[in-house]
């Protein structure tokens, strides 16, 4: 069982998402930490309602981003997390914590990448007035949005679609896709945990 911690910034939905599918079925993880950017973050609600430690802590208390990794770091170190899940968590993440959980950090992005990368790719899409667009679930590494792709689906832009119809298609993908990779990732690395054993 893998002990994980979603970051996120915003409203977490897709942090729902996996808690709810974590409880429901067998996803080979537990949430065990959530960590946020911005201490007003709505997904410190949802943290609650489910009973899941939570901790927010602001860049800007910080005296540099390495400091605000380090501290980040300890948090990870003490709650013995395995496996990092960012989910709608708006900040690059750097070599302080990259070198530590290399190959261990995944990112959802609301677009199909590489078309789209960082802010607004809903928005994005909608205004180059391309017919489809997605979701992508990647490895996380030091560029913005550039890791080695794991899941994609693809959503069709209809005339009709608004930025709002649009949003909500391309969540309703993202908040089954991304639990449903992550139980294959866990079940992957479980395999691979075996077999290195047996050899
Ligand atoms: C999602 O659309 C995700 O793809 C992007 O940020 C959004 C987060 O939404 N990275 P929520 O906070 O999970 O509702």
Redesign the pocket.
């Known amino acids: 069982m893998k002990r994980i911690a979603i970051f996120?910034?915003?409203?977490?939905?897709?942090?729902?998402?996996i808690v709810e599918a974590t409880l429901k079925g067998n996803l080979g993880c537990e949430v065990v930490l959530l960590f946020t950017d911005k201490k007003d973050a709505?997904?410190l609600e949802r943290a609650k309602k489910f009973n899941i430690p939570a901790v927010a802590r602001s860049i800007k208390d910080f005296l540099n981003k390495e400091a605000f990794e380090r501290s980040i770091l300890s948090v990870l170190k003490q709650e013995k997390i395995d496996f990092i899940v960012?989910?709608?968590?708006?900040r690059l993440i750097g070599p302080t914590i990259l070198h530590k959980y290399t190959g261990k950090i995944v990112?959802?992005?609301?677009s199909l990448l590489p078309s789209f990368p960082g802010k607004d790719?809903?928005q994005q899409a909608m205004e180059k007035g391309v017919k489809i667009t997605g979701?992508t679930i990647h490895y996380v590494d030091q560029g913005m949005d550039t890791g080695p792709i794991i899941a994609q689906k693809a959503v069709e832009i209809t005339e009709e679609d608004t930025y709002e119809t649009l949003?909500e298609k391309?969540?309703a993908i993202?908040h089954y896709l991304y639990p449903e990779t992550l139980k294959i990732l866990f079940r992957e690395d479980e395999k691979s945990g075996e077999e290195a054993r047996i050899k």
Do not use: D, R, T, W
Request: overall charge negative.
């Open positions: 996120a910034s915003g409203s977490g939905s897709n942090f729902e998402a709505y997904v960012l989910a709608g968590y708006m990112n959802i992005h609301p790719a809903i979701v949003k391309i969540q993202e």
